[in-house]
């Protein structure tokens, strides 16, 4: 998931990968207030639109073409992808899960005087061009739980 970078030749990577929420240090530092960042929050509920779909009947030819191409479609999928996108997903709600663990565990050791909670699936691990749409949320949630404190 991560490529780490090299700085004095050591491999680094992002920090929020041991500690999710690194609110901690703030406790030895005289700070009056503490707002703290959880993007392990519990999920939120999808909505699907359902779209009715008229599908042909057995006896026109186009229902023997849609069956053809579904039943060769998996074939000629497989045959051209080499990722597993079963293993990716299963090693990403595991590192999800993880977080959520670690991040539940800080806060639950270092609470804070403020806790903004998103939606663990708001976001996905591998999402970087959704960054400013993530922000945008969380300036709206902190305006929300805060209201006239900013």
Request: with cysteine; aromatic share 8%; proline share 6%.
């Amino acid at each position: 998931f991560f490529t780490p970078h090299v700085v004095n030749g050591e491999a680094l990577i992002d920090g929020g990968v041991l500690n999710p929420v690194p609110i901690a240090p703030t406790f030895g530092d005289n700070t009056d207030f503490t707002l703290a960042v959880n993007l392990g929050g519990e999920p939120e509920m999808l909505q699907q639109e359902i779209i009715p779909v008229s599908l042909p009947t057995k006896e026109s030819n186009l229902h023997e073409k849609v069956v053809h191409f579904i039943d060769n479609l998996g074939s000629s999928v497989k045959s051209k992808m080499s990722f597993n996108f079963a293993a990716y997903d299963i090693a990403n709600q595991a590192f999800d899960a993880m977080q959520s663990t670690i991040a539940r565990q800080k806060l639950a050791a270092y609470p804070a005087d403020i806790t903004l909670e998103l939606p663990r699936n708001a976001c996905g691990t591998l999402e970087f061009d959704r960054s400013q749409e993530m922000i945008d949320r969380g300036y709206h949630l902190a305006q929300a739980k805060l209201g006239n404190r900013l």
